[in-house]
């Protein structure tokens, strides 16, 4: 490995801030090289072609400097900061408390329900675009240790990467009509630019989870329109199902659990690229039907499939790459597919096992014993219900999706000086070139 | 109330009748909207629906033909300590001991929404029952 990269690697490790001193520092800085802002000069944007309208206001302001990427190794230290491999998880549940929930051991720097890995990072730059999808594999408890496991970092970035596209996502802030990523997003996706876009897979979860709020929890999940159960009837009896909530309820629940996940990793993103004194901006509140790609010919987007059901889209994955787990879907040809599917996921756990020899054994019996007959036979019910009634599941959300985004570049730190008061740049900021690009050839 | 033993379906059949055509059975439900049915168990088995009228309940033997609103379970004597109790209070104190016990358990087959527009936000409040 280069000797920049392994000196660069221990700076991050060693002698960035602390988490405290960025949580005092952290803002969203917004102009980066080659960026500009009410200028009033024309301008077209260097990816798309497409012309960005401007006026002149009281920021004007038009970066003198080129375009600088992010490097691999700025890259990789983000992508693993946003949701990279750890080690593995401790595993405290009570073996006779659900402990079966987990879906895998392997751990990543942001936590998820039952460890369901339902959010998946992409990100788009000069070379292209790129799902950020490193092994599930973990050597130890803490995967960096010491100085000698620094090196993981790119390994895991550059063996985990899959190239989506060689293009960058065809999106900019001119698209019209209606601003579909916002009014504020003026540089997005500009040359030089990395822009990060978690996807979530919300079916995903939703499936694991019916195994434990059927048989641990007992909730009976009813139909929001007649109020009945949906196809659970048989097992709405003492000690099994007994409490009545909503489809919808429930898909409001775990829409919330994924993009939980997503959120955190947007945070440690952000932590990373201040850490890095990198700017950083995130943003929500745009069109995600225009990433996924559901808003052709404005923009190709990610290309994701996706199928109208009384008209709302539901995004449905990216063959081969990112199979998500609704219905309908080209690669699950029946509910019990599907199902099959997410218990041959759960076998994950048996591969990576925190604990000491002494309860090893029976802890692996716990995890080896599949759902009982009835809570399987419950979970195959009420999503051929659902299936058959509303011809598709989710029913109420898009299996997959993307709100909340994050563009990193290097700051150009003129137009701090020229327009905001002193202390908006740490040295980080100021020193970044000195630090992370030195000596690079 | 006069207690009865239950020796079979038919015995238990009476004793649902009386609880639930009884004034106080009356007077216990009367917040419940028309329409409301109860599938009623009995150490597992159907025994009998109670559909709600404008009158009172109409109980007919066995499993209900359509999906009801609300199962209760019943068993260990739950119904003779239920019968026997003489007023409102009583039936309400010896329901919310029974439901203790779990020696009656209700199931709701409606969401939550459904319940409360069925009455039985209204009956759990009459009641002084958990979830008015």
Redesign the interface.
């Known amino acids: 490995m280069d000797n920049n990269y392994i000196h660069r690697l221990k700076f991050a490790f060693e002698k960035t801030p602390t988490l405290f001193r960025l949580l005092s520092t952290i803002r969203s800085r917004r102009v980066g090289f080659g960026y500009s802002i009410e200028s009033g000069e024309p301008e077209f944007h260097g990816i798309t072609g497409r012309k960005l309208e401007s006026h002149v206001g009281p920021l004007n302001f038009v970066s003198k400097k080129k375009p600088e990427p992010l490097t691999e190794l700025e890259t990789a230290l983000l992508c693993w900061s946003a949701c990279g491999p750890n080690g593995i998880v401790a595993g405290d549940i009570a073996g006779t408390q659900n402990l079966g929930t987990l879906m895998t051991f392997a751990g990543r720097t942001i936590p998820a329900a039952a460890n369901d890995y339902c959010v998946d990072l992409i990100f788009t730059n000069d070379n292209g675009t790129f799902l950020y999808r490193p092994t599930h594999y973990r050597s130890k408890v803490v995967e960096i240790e010491s100085e000698q496991d620094y090196s993981k970092i790119t390994r895991w970035f550059q063996e985990g990467l899959i190239q989506l596209s060689k293009n960058r996502l065809d999106i900019d802030w001119a698209i019209v009509p209606g601003r579909p990523m916002g009014i504020w997003q003026y540089n997005l996706n500009k040359p030089g630019s990395t822009w990060f876009i978690p996807i979530v897979d919300v079916a995903k979860g939703m499936i694991n989870l019916y195994f434990s709020i059927f048989e641990h929890m007992q909730w009976l999940i009813t139909d929001d329109e007649t109020g009945q159960p949906c196809g659970l009837e048989e097992w709405a009896k003492p000690e099994k199902l007994e409490l009545p909530i909503t489809q919808r309820t429930y898909e409001e629940v775990m829409l919330h659990m994924a993009d939980y996940q997503h959120g955190m990793l947007i945070q440690n993103l952000r932590l990373a690229a201040e850490a890095i004194g990198l700017g950083c901006w995130i943003f929500g509140g745009f069109c995600e039907d225009l990433v996924l790609g559901g808003f052709r010919p404005l923009s190709n987007g990610l290309r994701f499939r996706y199928k109208v059901i009384d008209g709302k889209r539901n995004y449905i994955g990216i063959p081969k790459i990112l199979e998500g787990f609704g219905l309908p879907s080209p690669w699950y040809k029946s509910v019990d597919d599907l199902v099959d599917r997410v218990l041959e996921l759960k076998k994950e756990t048996l591969a990576l096992i925190p604990y000491q020899d002494k309860v090893e054994p029976e802890i692996l019996k716990t995890l080896t014993q599949t759902p009982s007959e009835w809570c399987l036979k419950a979970v195959k019910s009420v999503l051929s219900y659902l299936y058959e009634r509303y011809g598709r599941f989710p029913v109420y959300y898009s299996t997959f999706h993307s709100n909340l985004h994050a563009q990193v570049h290097h700051l150009d730190t003129d137009f701090y000086d020229k327009y905001l008061k002193k202390d908006y740049l740490t040295t980080h900021h100021r020193e970044h070139f000195k630090i992370w690009h030195k000596g690079n050839d | 109330m006069n207690a009865l033993t239950i020796k079979s379906n038919s015995d238990l059949r009476r004793l649902l009748e009386q609880i639930w055509m009884s004034p106080i059975g009356l007077e216990a439900t009367q917040d419940l909207h028309g329409g409301v049915l109860l599938e009623q ?1 009995y150490n ?1 088995t159907y025994i009998a629906t109670a559909l709600k009228t404008s009158t009172g309940w109409e109980l007919t033997d066995g499993k209900s033909p359509k ?1 009801p609103t609300m ?1 209760i ?1 019943y068993s260990c004597g739950a119904c003779e300590q239920l019968a026997q109790t003489e007023d409102l209070n009583g039936f309400a104190n010896k329901l919310l001991d029974l439901i203790g016990v ?1 020696s009656i ?1 209700f ?9 409360l527009k069925a009455g039985f936000g209204e009956f759990a409040e009459r009641l002084g029952l958990p979830g008015k």
């Open positions: 168990y597992n999906i199962r379970f779990r358990v199931i709701p087959m409606r969401s939550t929404e459904m319940l």
